[in-house]
């Protein structure tokens, strides 16, 4: 760590030194641009207007629409540098630090909740945004990533490892594709078919993280060592098959050491079937990297540290090149090579100056990826018009400009808020609550602890169970004696709930925990009164639970579901356009509390409410020939036609799209 | 052309299209695959899928062992229609009509934990981290096409966040997801307030504001949502949205199916596959009984057995039994232990899982546990080869291949060899 921050520094000062008499690096960009268009004969695309300028810019770096004050401003603003200045700004912005949270959730697969068992998955999504907003760069966040040991109250980047609690191989394969652009999965089980890498390289790599233990056994918990001598010593038999009320009780008490990520001894060994004559079955593989050299292997330093440092030098020939692929699309719609994570050797770049550019510039700027985007937004090539047409399979793009999208789900979900409530930027969401509750909190409840404490406080929840043993054989009885009525037996299943209920009570008492947390398992938690839950439902789309829940807005529009890499999708489908026709959420919008009707109402005359209402849901102001469609509209239905244009603009396509 | 979803081709889907060629597979376009010459099950046209989430206890329900008191705990067995053979109490009426359907009591998965178990039920695959395959619903689309293509070709009903949809497949072939059965297809209907008139005119002006844009931008993308608004005002006028709509039911079936949303949900998937829709999942909840599970079971037992038995009767009376297939089933089983909480805990080594319809030879019990109930003891049945038999019932061709993006190939049931034995 030492080590990398000196060389940060030194980093720091050479581009302090080269950048005065430099010109910005969006020059060279668009010198290189130009020299290609030049090369090629092609024209690039004009430039766009403000009105296009400032809803895309918006919905790239703040992930919504502006609001209709946000987008005045701008086009009424008379400085020559406005747009520069906006992007400054909204990179600025915390609109920012949402949108990029769902770039690292679809990258990261990052769930809200991991399993019903492994807890971690809401500390490990708040270190991620804490990363964003303090912004870590990129290379020092995926160090963090790999080497991360302990336990998630410690060290929430473990998740990355629980993430695949079970899978490590398939861990390694996802390292690989995310950071290196490399498709490795196919050799998990044979050497690849059409790239080189063979199963024994596969291994090789696997080793440097097989030994991370994501699941721990009591065994490995030192604290748990000197409470179990303490046991022994009492003639206990906290086993499953012995006293269980007691192995229950260190089961609960141990639960935020129950997983994590700890480094141990543990042998990777080729499959049993091994095919290949470069190793034999169950042959021990010792880590190695797949390509070029592995950083500091030198005595003292763990495999995964190398490891880390290997990925994240700016030696390696594949993670600054993928990084900076990956910014390039975000910003253009499409990388220079594709898909983005699957950089194979003679995979053919079309602008190979430009990607060398692009990597030099992001080790320049030290993995800063917001500084690394501020200057592609800067870009002539940003701000030109985008492609009218589908670009054909067998056609290179030219990058004449950027590439014409539909938003993204979290973009439309956003915008909609933006149109609907205030202040959308600074509201937090409901939180997730865990099975085991404030992980933090119990863990810091039992340091300190000697083991005479942890013992007592294990047979207190083991006396508390068989105390309420009795309580439990006669429900048992209760429901044996039961006929066949269905009133009887719904009375027995409150009764039993209740005795669960005050069970958990108890429990909470017993290991000093803070009544709030743990009891709502998995459930989000919700204000009892409906009108407030809803209201906590808007919020932006980093605020709610990750993923959204099956069939919620965000889901049909195409929401990861962040089970694998990159896994949203923006197609058109019937249940979207019923949502957006008849949903809650249209409705919403023409209520008169809507942020958009309080924005419109304030319009001087029905002209301005027109522009107000235009501005708002588009950007723009109506043109000469709109006018006139909204007077017949007017004409035709009076006061009421004030909803039907409303409506109507929020169903049209250019709302969901970002020319 | 299947409508109800469109999506780009993505370069992605290229690059599989070239991996196809490389690893010498079948690059045959789908719908034009050769048919297996034998036929001997294949009577299905259409499943309904009724999941028992969580882990359905198949000694509380299929499986009892009224011999040994140790594990069986206050459930008593009753007779079933077929001699020799007992249920437990709790479903009395599939008891009467055992021989309607195949019970299958050896049941074996390699997983016993939810999540993973659920998605090995759907997938046949197991759980990875790089990938996700796609549920029976995915391949019915995938490999036979739609029926109807004014609905989707699959829909789950009560589902939770953990449905297996399309996989590493286009998400056209995703499931359309029904929460409440009884609200039917979620905003098909205009707002109270809004009458058709005024709706058509609002779609009028939005087609106005948009013509320059049109004009402009002729994408496939954009060409979609064009096409997908009039697919959708094309579906809230058609009739065949009243296939969503289960209060056009006479109230005495709807009242026969269960008040309950299993039961309403079954009753919806009736509905839905007599408008060939291909493949609906009905999920019941709550079968996850560590705790309590002598006043959980029987509840839930109770709903299956009223809307299960309500369905083969109404499914048979309409002559749509042999060509729609039936399953019931679940991730896992329960332990013979009781525990300290009067539950049961999972057990993923013997458990009952049921078919009918669609070729199934009904009245028969397949495999068996040993005198616990714990483990499988006769004629195994794994994961892959229960969908296997589920695939071949709909005559799916099981080694036909298609390509994950990533280039990896993939088959429905994953090699599972179908039991023929249950076919008749």
Same mark, same amino acid.
């Given at each position: 760590?030492?080590?990398?921050?000196?060389?940060?520094?030194?980093?720091?000062?050479?581009?302090?030194?080269?950048?005065?008499?430099?010109?910005?690096?969006?020059?060279?960009?668009?010198?290189?641009?130009?020299?290609?268009?030049?090369?090629?004969?092609?024209?690039?695309?004009?430039?766009?207007?403000?009105?296009?300028?400032?809803?895309?810019?918006?919905?790239?770096?703040?992930?919504?629409?502006?609001?209709?004050?946000?987008?005045?401003?701008?086009?009424?603003?008379?400085?020559?540098?406005?747009?520069?200045?906006?992007?400054?700004?909204?990179?600025?912005?915390?609109?920012?630090?949402?949108?990029?949270?769902?770039?690292?959730?679809?990258?990261?697969?990052?769930?809200?909740?991991?399993?019903?068992?492994?807890?971690?998955?809401?500390?490990?999504?708040?270190?991620?945004?804490?990363?964003?907003?303090?912004?870590?760069?990129?290379?020092?966040?995926?160090?963090?990533?790999?080497?991360?040991?302990?336990?998630?109250?410690?060290?929430?980047?473990?998740?990355?490892?629980?993430?695949?609690?079970?899978?490590?191989?398939?861990?390694?394969?996802?390292?690989?594709?995310?950071?290196?652009?490399?498709?490795?999965?196919?050799?998990?089980?044979?050497?690849?078919?059409?790239?080189?890498?063979?199963?024994?390289?596969?291994?090789?790599?696997?080793?440097?993280?097989?030994?991370?233990?994501?699941?721990?056994?009591?065994?490995?918990?030192?604290?748990?060592?000197?409470?179990?001598?303490?046991?022994?010593?009492?003639?206990?038999?906290?086993?499953?098959?012995?006293?269980?009320?007691?192995?229950?009780?260190?089961?609960?008490?141990?639960?935020?050491?129950?997983?994590?990520?700890?480094?141990?001894?543990?042998?990777?060994?080729?499959?049993?079937?091994?095919?290949?004559?470069?190793?034999?079955?169950?042959?021990?593989?010792?880590?190695?990297?797949?390509?070029?050299?592995?950083?500091?292997?030198?005595?003292?330093?763990?495999?995964?540290?190398?490891?880390?440092?290997?990925?994240?030098?700016?030696?390696?020939?594949?993670?600054?090149?993928?990084?900076?692929?990956?910014?390039?699309?975000?910003?253009?719609?499409?990388?220079?090579?594709?898909?983005?994570?699957?950089?194979?050797?003679?995979?053919?770049?079309?602008?190979?100056?430009?990607?060398?550019?692009?990597?030099?510039?992001?080790?320049?700027?030290?993995?800063?990826?917001?500084?690394?985007?501020?200057?592609?937004?800067?870009?002539?090539?940003?701000?030109?018009?985008?492609?009218?047409?589908?670009?054909?399979?067998?056609?290179?793009?030219?990058?004449?400009?950027?590439?014409?999208?539909?938003?993204?789900?979290?973009?439309?979900?956003?915008?909609?808020?933006?149109?609907?409530?205030?202040?959308?930027?600074?509201?937090?969401?409901?939180?997730?609550?865990?099975?085991?509750?404030?992980?933090?909190?119990?863990?810091?409840?039992?340091?300190?602890?000697?083991?005479?404490?942890?013992?007592?406080?294990?047979?207190?929840?083991?006396?508390?169970?068989?105390?309420?043993?009795?309580?439990?054989?006669?429900?048992?009885?209760?429901?044996?004696?039961?006929?066949?009525?269905?009133?009887?037996?719904?009375?027995?299943?409150?009764?039993?709930?209740?005795?669960?209920?005050?069970?958990?009570?108890?429990?909470?008492?017993?290991?000093?925990?803070?009544?709030?947390?743990?009891?709502?398992?998995?459930?989000?938690?919700?204000?009892?009164?409906?009108?407030?839950?809803?209201?906590?439902?808007?919020?932006?789309?980093?605020?709610?639970?990750?993923?959204?829940?099956?069939?919620?807005?965000?889901?049909?529009?195409?929401?990861?579901?962040?089970?694998?890499?990159?896994?949203?999708?923006?197609?058109?489908?019937?249940?979207?356009?019923?949502?957006?026709?008849?949903?809650?959420?249209?409705?919403?919008?023409?209520?008169?509390?809507?942020?958009?009707?309080?924005?419109?109402?304030?319009?001087?005359?029905?002209?301005?409410?027109?522009?107000?209402?235009?501005?708002?849901?588009?950007?723009?102001?109506?043109?000469?020939?709109?006018?006139?469609?909204?007077?017949?509209?007017?004409?035709?239905?009076?006061?009421?036609?004030?909803?039907?244009?409303?409506?109507?603009?929020?169903?049209?396509?250019?709302?969901?799209?970002?020319? | 052309?299947?409508?109800?979803?469109?999506?780009?081709?993505? @370069?992605?889907?290229?690059?599989?299209?070239?991996?196809?060629?490389?690893?010498?597979?079948?690059?045959?376009?789908?719908?034009?695959?050769?048919?297996?010459?034998?036929?001997?099950?294949?009577?299905?046209?259409?499943?309904?899928?009724?999941?028992?989430?969580?882990?359905?206890?198949?000694?509380?329900?299929?499986?009892?062992?009224?011999?040994? @008191?140790?594990?069986?705990?206050?459930?008593?067995?009753?007779?079933?229609?077929?001699?020799?053979?007992?249920?437990?109490?709790?479903?009395?009426?599939?008891?009467?009509?055992?021989?309607?359907?195949?019970?299958?009591?050896?049941?074996?998965?390699?997983?016993?934990?939810?999540?993973?178990?659920?998605? $090995?039920?759907?997938?046949?695959?197991?759980?990875?981290?790089?990938?996700?395959?796609?549920?029976?619903?995915?391949?019915?689309?995938?490999?036979?096409?739609?029926?109807?293509?004014?609905?989707?070709?699959?829909?789950?009903?009560?589902?939770?966040?953990?449905?297996?949809?399309?996989?590493?497949?286009?998400? @056209? $072939?995703?499931?359309?997801?029904?929460?409440?059965?009884?609200?039917?297809?979620?905003?098909?209907?205009?707002?109270?307030?809004?009458?058709?008139?005024?709706?058509?005119?609002?779609?009028?002006?939005?087609?106005?504001?948009?013509?320059? $844009?049109?004009?402009?931008?002729?994408?496939?993308?954009?060409?979609?949502?064009?096409?997908?608004?009039?697919?959708?005002?094309?579906?809230?006028?058609?009739?065949?949205?009243?296939?969503?709509?289960?209060?056009?039911?006479?109230?005495?079936?709807?009242?026969?199916?269960?008040?309950?949303?299993?039961?309403?949900?079954?009753?919806?998937?009736?509905?839905?596959?007599?408008?060939?829709?291909? $493949?609906?999942?009905?999920?019941?909840?709550?079968?996850?009984?560590?705790?309590?599970?002598?006043?959980?079971?029987?509840?839930?037992?109770?709903?299956?057995?009223?809307?299960?038995?309500?369905?083969?009767?109404?499914?048979?009376?309409?002559?749509?039994?042999?060509?729609?297939?039936?399953?019931?089933?679940?991730?896992?089983?329960?332990?013979?232990?009781?525990?300290?909480?009067?539950?049961?805990?999972?057990?993923?080594?013997?458990?009952?899982?049921?078919?009918?319809?669609?070729?199934?030879?009904?009245?028969?019990?397949?495999?068996?546990?040993?005198?616990?109930?714990?483990?499988?003891?006769?004629?195994?049945?794994?994961?892959?080869?229960?969908?296997?038999?589920?695939?071949?019932?709909?005559?799916?061709?099981?080694?036909?291949?298609?390509?994950?993006?990533?280039?990896?190939?993939?088959?429905?049931?994953?090699?599972?060899?179908?039991?023929?034995?249950?076919?008749?």
């Amino acid at each position: 760590m030492k080590k990398m921050l000196s060389a940060l520094l030194v980093c720091f000062l050479c581009r302090a030194f080269a950048g005065v008499e430099q010109h910005p690096p969006q020059s060279a960009i668009n010198g290189l641009m130009n020299e290609y268009y030049a090369a090629q004969k092609v024209t690039p695309l004009p430039a766009i207007s403000d009105q296009t300028f400032v809803r895309r810019a918006y919905l790239d770096i703040a992930g919504r629409i502006p609001t209709y004050e946000e987008c005045t401003t701008f086009l009424g603003s008379k400085d020559p540098y406005k747009r520069d200045k906006l992007v400054d700004d909204l990179l600025d912005s915390p609109a920012f630090n949402s949108h990029m949270f769902n770039w690292w959730a679809d990258l990261l697969r990052l769930k809200s909740r991991l399993s019903n068992q492994i807890p971690g998955g809401q500390e490990y999504i708040d270190w991620i945004k804490q990363c964003i907003e303090d912004n870590v760069p990129f290379d020092q966040v995926v160090y963090a990533l790999i080497t991360a040991e302990g336990y998630p109250h410690e060290n929430p980047a473990t998740g990355y490892y629980m993430r695949d609690t079970g899978m490590p191989l398939d861990n390694m394969s996802n390292t690989a594709q995310i950071f290196l652009g490399t498709q490795l999965q196919c050799a998990q089980c044979h050497d690849h078919p059409f790239d080189d890498w063979t199963q024994k390289q596969f291994y090789e790599l696997a080793a440097h993280t097989y030994g991370v233990q994501t699941r721990i056994r009591p065994q490995n918990q030192e604290a748990f060592q000197g409470v179990m001598e303490h046991a022994r010593r009492e003639r206990m038999q906290a086993s499953r098959d012995g006293d269980r009320a007691m192995f229950r009780a260190f089961q609960e008490i141990f639960a935020p050491f129950a997983f994590g990520a700890k480094e141990s001894i543990r042998p990777l060994r080729l499959p049993k079937d091994y095919q290949y004559d470069n190793g034999k079955p169950n042959e021990t593989v010792e880590p190695r990297v797949i390509f070029g050299e592995a950083a500091a292997t030198s005595k003292g330093v763990p495999a995964r540290e190398s490891y880390a440092n290997w990925i994240i030098s700016p030696e390696n020939p594949r993670f600054t090149k993928v990084i900076a692929n990956r910014m390039w699309k975000k910003v253009m719609g499409l990388g220079l090579f594709e898909p983005v994570d699957d950089f194979t050797s003679e995979r053919e770049i079309t602008h190979p100056k430009l990607l060398d550019y692009l990597s030099t510039l992001m080790t320049d700027v030290d993995y800063d990826l917001k500084e690394f985007l501020r200057t592609l937004y800067k870009t002539d090539l940003y701000q030109r018009e985008k492609n009218t047409k589908d670009i054909r399979h067998d056609e290179t793009w030219h990058f004449t400009g950027p590439i014409m999208h539909r938003m993204t789900a979290e973009q439309i979900w956003d915008s909609m808020m933006t149109l609907a409530i205030k202040d959308l930027d600074t509201k937090s969401g409901p939180r997730v609550t865990q099975r085991y509750g404030d992980l933090e909190a119990r863990a810091k409840n039992l340091k300190g602890k000697s083991s005479e404490e942890i013992f007592t406080m294990a047979k207190d929840l083991a006396d508390l169970e068989k105390g309420l043993i009795t309580k439990q054989a006669s429900l048992r009885q209760r429901a044996q004696d039961m006929g066949n009525d269905p009133a009887e037996r719904r009375r027995l299943a409150r009764e039993q709930n209740q005795y669960q209920r005050e069970r958990r009570i108890k429990t909470n008492e017993i290991l000093g925990i803070d009544q709030g947390g743990g009891e709502m398992m998995g459930a989000s938690m919700m204000s009892p009164n409906p009108r407030n839950r809803m209201e906590q439902q808007f919020v932006r789309a980093s605020e709610l639970p990750s993923p959204a829940q099956n069939g919620h807005f965000l889901r049909q529009f195409g929401q990861s579901d962040r089970e694998v890499i990159e896994n949203a999708n923006t197609e058109a489908s019937v249940p979207q356009v019923l949502a957006m026709m008849n949903g809650q959420f249209s409705q919403n919008l023409l209520h008169e509390r809507s942020m958009l009707r309080r924005t419109v109402s304030e319009g001087d005359g029905l002209t301005e409410m027109i522009d107000r209402l235009f501005l708002t849901v588009l950007s723009r102001k109506p043109d000469a020939s709109e006018r006139q469609i909204i007077a017949q509209q007017f004409k035709k239905r009076g006061k009421m036609a004030m909803q039907d244009i409303t409506w109507a603009l929020v169903n049209t396509q250019q709302f969901v799209f970002i020319p | 052309m299947n409508t109800w979803m469109k999506d780009p081709i993505e @370069r992605r889907q290229f690059i599989t299209n070239a991996a196809k060629t490389l690893l010498g597979v079948s690059a045959l376009p789908v719908g034009v695959h050769a048919r297996p010459t034998v036929a001997t099950g294949g009577k299905a046209k259409r499943v309904i899928y009724l999941y028992m989430a969580g882990g359905m206890s198949q000694l509380d329900t299929f499986d009892p062992k009224p011999d040994n @008191r140790a594990v069986q705990g206050p459930v008593s067995a009753i007779k079933t229609k077929l001699t020799g053979e007992r249920f437990s109490e709790y479903v009395p009426r599939l008891a009467a009509m055992a021989d309607k359907f195949a019970t299958v009591r050896s049941l074996v998965s390699t997983q016993g934990a939810h999540e993973q178990g659920t998605y $090995f039920m759907h997938a046949s695959y197991i759980m990875r981290g790089t990938i996700r395959h796609p549920g029976l619903g995915a391949w019915i689309q995938k490999l036979d096409g739609v029926h109807n293509e004014r609905l989707p070709a699959s829909v789950t009903i009560g589902g939770g966040s953990r449905g297996i949809g399309a996989g590493f497949m286009e998400s @056209r $072939f995703s499931p359309l997801a029904i929460g409440n059965p009884r609200q039917g297809l979620q905003n098909s209907k205009l707002p109270p307030h809004v009458n058709n008139n005024t709706f058509e005119d609002r779609l009028d002006l939005a087609d106005a504001f948009d013509r320059n $844009f049109h004009k402009t931008y002729n994408l496939k993308q954009t060409r979609a949502y064009k096409d997908m608004y009039t697919d959708a005002v094309k579906l809230m006028k058609s009739k065949d949205l009243e296939a969503f709509d289960i209060t056009k039911e006479p109230k005495n079936i709807q009242e026969a199916y269960g008040d309950n949303n299993f039961g309403q949900g079954v009753l919806l998937a009736r509905r839905l596959i007599e408008n060939d829709v291909r $493949f609906v999942e009905v999920t019941s909840g709550g079968w996850d009984t560590h705790t309590n599970n002598f006043t959980s079971v029987p509840d839930k037992a109770e709903e299956l057995d009223q809307a299960l038995s309500t369905l083969l009767k109404d499914l048979d009376s309409r002559g749509l039994l042999d060509e729609t297939l039936v399953v019931v089933a679940t991730e896992f089983g329960r332990t013979p232990e009781i525990n300290s909480n009067d539950g049961r805990d999972h057990s993923p080594t013997g458990f009952t899982c049921l078919l009918s319809g669609g070729g199934i030879s009904g009245g028969q019990v397949y495999g068996k546990t040993d005198e616990n109930g714990k483990h499988a003891t006769d004629n195994e049945v794994t994961v892959p080869q229960f969908n296997a038999t589920i695939a071949h019932a709909l005559n799916l061709p099981l080694d036909h291949v298609v390509m994950s993006p990533s280039g990896r190939p993939f088959t429905v049931a994953h090699k599972g060899k179908p039991v023929m034995d249950l076919f008749g």
